[in-house]
């Protein structure tokens, strides 16, 4: 399923929300920052923002942001449970 916002201008289309219904649930699709991005062009590189070796993986809520590792993703939840790129 598709939510569209067809009022933003002549000839525009707006892409609000993607549902995606499978035999195990219903599943909202939402935008990740910092998951496909590398160090080419001077963007951000793939390795975890704490570890620095390992690739990142794990979204954090609610800011979306694609930061950590695994590994370091679950100290972060022992700790203070902030997203390092927003503290």
Not at 4 to 23: A, E, Q, V, Y
């Amino acid at each position: 399923m598709l939510y569209c916002d067809m009022d933003t201008g002549p000839g525009t289309i707006r892409l609000i929300r993607r549902k995606f219904l499978i035999s195990s649930g219903l599943y909202i699709m939402d935008e990740a920052f910092g998951l496909n991005s590398d160090r080419q062009n001077g963007e951000e590189s793939k390795e975890c923002l704490v570890c620095l070796t390992d690739r990142k993986d794990t979204l954090a809520r609610p800011c979306k942001h694609v930061t950590l590792c695994n590994a370091c993703a679950r100290v972060v939840m022992m700790g203070d449970r902030k997203c390092p790129l927003c503290r």
